[in-house]
């Protein structure tokens, strides 16, 4: 502040002496030239949201701004110019390995705000690539202790987590990481393949065991009225009876999709399939003694 002080004291002096000296037309237009020069290179003007790192002979000096600031030519400069919005970037993270082994992708945001730009200058050389380098590792270590069930269940949670870590850490550099959001968290394209196929051979195995339960049960209930049956009509009185004895019983049953669409296509028309002329009701209510049976 010394050496501002001297310069508007040499400024004012010479001004003076020039008023002095020559007529009032010449003393306007050094006025103005001054008031020019002061303005071009000693004063430097920052927005609301701007904050200026100002170095004094190579040395790191003061943090300035808002609004405009005093700097000294050829002894200060103006080494970068921040801005203290909170700011957002985007997460991509090819590999992410889970605790059980399997490699996930991950995109995401985060958004950040630089709080001490003194030390986000001189504690990093890039703190936007450092603050992204460390969410990258920190979600990568957050991912390995989890499986990957845990991960999908706990997604607003990790949210949290990588925060609190990231947070910790970032401070050091004058930065605060507010958010982070994992919008996108997804095996490869071929695992994902890989365990859509591994459901459905589990989903076609438990309909096959189903099939077979049903046309068992149905068969020893029916007797010989069962030989005019087929496998999709003896399905539609095995469900229908599973459906009454739940709700005698206050349970819930779950029954294979593709089998409810059987029993809705031949329930919507019983006159076209092999039930037809049959009493229906009556080879339910057969078919769910049996059940009945079979459970003691």
Not at 99 to 111: P, T, W
Not at 133 to 156: K, Q, Y
Not at 181 to 190: D, H, N
Not at 195 to 202: D, G, L, N, T, V
Request: proline share 2%.
């Amino acid at each position: 502040m010394n050496g501002e002080v001297l310069i508007v004291l040499i400024l004012l002096i010479g001004i003076a002496w020039v008023f002095y000296n020559y007529s009032w037309t010449f003393y306007m237009f050094i006025t103005g030239l001054a008031l020019i020069i002061i303005y071009v290179f000693f004063i430097k003007k920052y927005d609301e949201f701007e904050r200026g790192i100002i170095f004094r002979m190579g040395k790191f000096n003061r943090v300035v701004g808002p609004g405009w600031v005093f700097v000294i030519p050829f002894f200060e400069k103006e080494y970068s110019r921040i801005d203290a919005r909170t700011r957002m970037l985007d997460l991509t993270i090819d590999e992410a390995f889970t605790a059980d082994d399997l490699r996930l992708e991950i995109e995401g945001l985060f958004y950040y705000k630089i709080t001490d730009p003194e030390k986000a200058l001189l504690q990093i050389d890039n703190y936007e690539k450092g603050v992204n380098n460390m969410i990258t590792s920190e979600t990568r270590n957050t991912i390995g202790s989890l499986t990957m069930r845990d991960v999908f269940a706990n997604i607003s949670k990790l949210n949290d987590i990588l925060v609190e870590r990231i947070r910790h850490n970032s401070w050091k550099w004058g930065v605060d990481v507010s958010m982070v959001q994992l919008r996108s968290v997804a095996p490869p394209i071929e695992i994902a393949e890989a365990m859509e196929s591994k459901e459905i051979a589990a989903q076609q195995l438990q309909a096959q065991r189903f099939k077979a339960e049903a046309e068992k049960v149905t068969m020893d209930a029916l007797g010989r009225g069962a030989k005019d049956l087929d496998n999709k009509a003896m399905m539609y009185l095995y469900i229908q009876a599973l459906k009454e004895l739940g709700k005698g019983e206050g349970s819930k049953i779950l029954f294979p999709a593709q089998f409810m669409k059987i029993v809705n296509n031949i329930g919507g028309d019983l006159e076209k399939s092999s039930l037809k002329g049959l009493d229906t009701a009556a080879l339910i209510e057969q078919v769910k003694q049996k059940i009945l049976e079979n459970k003691k």
